[in-house]
């Protein structure tokens, strides 16, 4: 029970669906791989399983309880449903704030969210690898607050939908966004890339509204086929 088969290449074996759960992360910095960081509440303890793709997770203002400095660490891969940093508002020290920082040192671990993603503008994503959004659910929302994503970004989840919530970027010229399943709909906001591809001829919808597509790379630029 409670197992997963992501890829769905277990032949010949009947794999309950795992249940969802609410995470909470506790502790202050750590490791997402470090599962006394994750708790069934806002205020602990934990020790419970770290998170897959099944379960919510969230970041609140107990996550950090006192002004510091923070980091929470991808060290491995790392999955969930949907993500929510909107329960921490930050530490307000004199002219300092404190924001935690999300991060990934590596681009061997990816971020691989499964439902919607809620950033805030009090916390530094610094997630050095790609993020793939993978929903197969209708109307999942992505809500950047101001972060730059450092990477690729890849939207492939069959039958998904995702809605932009804000403006979406990437940093850097040589990152793409990769819309290769599923619908994406941008939601009039205005989106900043190296590079849009949506080439892969699966089914997918790209539903542009007024949103303005600002790509820098002159080589591949905006592609759509199929």
């Not at 197992?3 to 010949?12: C, F, H, K, L, Q």
């Not at 919530?165 to 990437?170: A, I, K, R, T, V």
């Not at 793409?176 to 892969?200: A, D, K, M, P, Y």
Request: net charge negative; glycine share 10%; hydrophobic share 35%.
């Amino acid at each position: 029970n409670n197992s997963i088969d992501p890829a769905g290449i277990s032949i010949g074996w009947v794999i309950p669906a795992s249940l969802p759960r609410d995470l909470f992360w506790v502790g202050g910095s750590g490791n997402w791989s470090d599962q006394n960081h994750w708790a069934l509440t806002p205020t602990g303890p934990g020790g419970v399983c770290i998170p897959n793709l099944s379960d919510d997770v969230y970041f609140t203002q107990h996550s950090f309880t006192v002004a510091a400095v923070y980091t929470v660490s991808v060290d491995i891969i790392a999955s969930c449903r949907h993500m929510s940093w909107a329960g921490h508002t930050g530490y307000a020290v004199g002219p300092a704030l404190y924001n935690p920082t999300f991060l990934s040192s590596t681009s061997a671990n990816t971020v691989n969210i499964y439902g919607s993603l809620t950033l805030i503008s009090g916390m530094n994503w610094n997630i050095n690898s790609p993020v793939y959004f993978k929903t197969t659910m209708p109307a999942q929302t992505i809500t950047s607050a101001g972060q730059n994503f450092d990477r690729d970004i890849y939207f492939e989840g069959i039958g998904g939908e995702w809605i932009l919530q804000d403006q979406l970027q990437l940093v850097g010229s040589n990152y793409c966004i990769h819309h290769n399943r599923g619908t994406l709909r941008t939601n009039n906001q205005n989106v900043t890339t190296g590079s849009f591809e949506s080439t892969s001829g699966f089914a997918r919808a790209l539903y542009m509204g007024s949103s303005v597509f600002n790509v820098s790379q002159t080589a591949q630029g905006f592609s759509i086929i199929g």
